[in-house]
């Protein structure tokens, strides 16, 4: 069985490709980074160190390949000839692999190629709707004729991308650019319903329906909780993730901002709040593992993609909204999002320039109730408060917005 993996980055080389090969597919890794692609082709093998507090384990991941991106005739048969393929490039990267991929579909569906043979791409994008968005990005490369035979034999099927996989750092690689370094969870949720044909049997791969509620499990609890980490501890001065998530102002802030995302799926999906509140306490362990290393820097990098109006931020904050949850803590964790957006484009710290930040990259409504809620918090992060001053506005934030409820 083949299978093509596009992007050999820690998520597609640490996990996704990983999973795979452990279940007995020839993956096939396609990327740009030409040393990388050039070392997996020699090799043919390359290790994962699954590190924690206690220690570590060393996993073999053999029966690989890679080839170029550049070369995209050659990633576009791999991609004819695959059983299946997955992608991990990071989502602004999406428009530039969707014509090879289309380039591989319209080669499947000649003559001589697999027709009827269906072609499923599990897409491990932190993208809300990254089904659609990739699906309409190939349909815009693929002939009129070509995409009734896309829409049925061409599986776009999400991902929630749960492993933890910090920038290498070459103490992590010790000698070995292959190697990567990664927390030991181990499970790939995968949307049930949009398989096309059978749905393989994978490694730590778990297909659910409905699917949307682990999207937004993923990007507003997951993700949104390491965001406010990162902000707030990047503010606070501090370099790891670790150490942000150590200290007790911050820890409540994204803790609390969890809650109010697992409130809102609670009551939109009909499910039960203690099992997502399990999942928040599993997470913040997760997120102090010290061995992992990853850095505010990281995990807050990007704060315009984090801000913007599905993201994890004033995403979820908005999803809060639609549920009827006071996103107070949320607004915390995009306050500091918003303290460094202005910080890194040099257009100067300012309510107005704030206000007018959340407008253009959050779309919210000018004087609105979010952003309103975000302004006042932004407020302490302008007069250099500390994160005990941040808790505070988000909790007094909270109790009013309570009070004028009751």
């Given at each position: 069985m083949k299978m093509v993996m596009y992007g050999c980055g820690n998520i597609g080389r640490g996990f996704v490709g990983a999973l795979f090969a452990l279940s007995g597919y020839e993956v096939t890794f396609i990327d740009i980074a030409d040393a990388l692609v050039e070392?997996?082709?020699l090799e043919r093998r390359y290790p994962v160190r699954l590190v924690s507090d206690s220690g570590f384990e060393d996993i073999e991941i053999s029966g690989v390949d890679a080839v170029s991106g550049r070369d995209a005739e050659r990633a576009a048969g791999l991609i004819a000839e695959a059983d299946i393929m997955a992608t991990a490039v990071g989502a602004n990267a999406l428009k530039f692999i969707a014509p090879v991929i289309a380039a591989g579909i319209r080669k499947r569906f000649a003559p001589g190629g697999k027709p009827g043979r269906p072609l499923n791409i599990i897409i491990c994008e932190n993208l809300m709707d990254a089904d659609a968005v990739l699906g309409g990005m190939i349909r815009e490369n693929l002939p009129q004729e070509a995409r009734e035979k896309f829409d049925r034999d061409v599986g776009l099927v999400e991902a929630s991308i749960g492993r933890m996989v910090p920038v290498q750092t070459p103490e992590m690689q010790a000698?070995?650019?292959?190697?990567?370094?990664?927390?030991?969870?181990?499970?790939?949720?995968?949307?049930?319903?949009?398989?096309?044909?059978?749905?393989?049997?994978?490694?730590?791969?778990?297909?659910?329906?409905?699917?949307?509620?682990?999207?937004?499990?993923?990007?507003?609890?997951?993700?949104?909780?390491?965001?406010?980490c990162a902000y707030l501890g990047g503010f606070a001065g501090f370099e790891y993730i670790w150490a942000a998530a150590g200290n007790p102002d911050i820890r409540l802030v994204a803790q609390n901002a969890m809650l109010e995302s697992a409130l809102a799926l609670g009551a939109r999906y009909q499910v039960p709040v203690r099992g997502i509140i399990d999942h928040i306490d599993?997470?913040?362990?997760?997120?102090?593992?010290?061995?992992?290393?990853?850095?505010?820097?990281?995990?807050?990098?990007?704060?315009?993609?984090?801000?913007?109006?599905?993201?994890?931020?004033?995403?979820?904050?908005s999803f809060c909204l639609e549920q009827g949850v006071c996103p107070a803590y949320i607004a915390a964790g995009a306050a500091g999002a918003v303290y460094q957006y202005l910080r890194e484009s040099g257009k100067g710290q300012g309510a107005g320039n704030a206000a007018a930040a959340l407008e253009s990259v959050s779309a919210l409504e000018p004087g609105g109730r979010l952003q309103r809620a975000i302004l006042e918090i932004y407020g302490v992060f302008l007069k250099g408060g500390s994160p005990a001053d941040i808790r505070g506005a988000a909790e007094l934030l909270r109790a009013e917005e309570n009070r004028d409820v009751v």
């Open positions: 070392r997996l082709h000698g070995n650019p292959l190697r990567v370094c990664a927390e030991r969870y181990g499970f790939l949720p995968v949307d049930r319903d949009a398989f096309r044909g059978g749905i393989p049997d994978v490694k730590g791969m778990v297909p659910f329906s409905p699917f949307g509620f682990y999207i937004r499990r993923k990007l507003y609890v997951h993700n949104m909780g390491h965001a406010v599993d997470l913040l362990l997760r997120f102090s593992n010290t061995a992992l290393g990853d850095t505010c820097r990281r995990v807050g990098a990007d704060p315009v993609r984090k801000l913007s109006p599905s993201d994890r931020l004033a995403g979820a904050a």
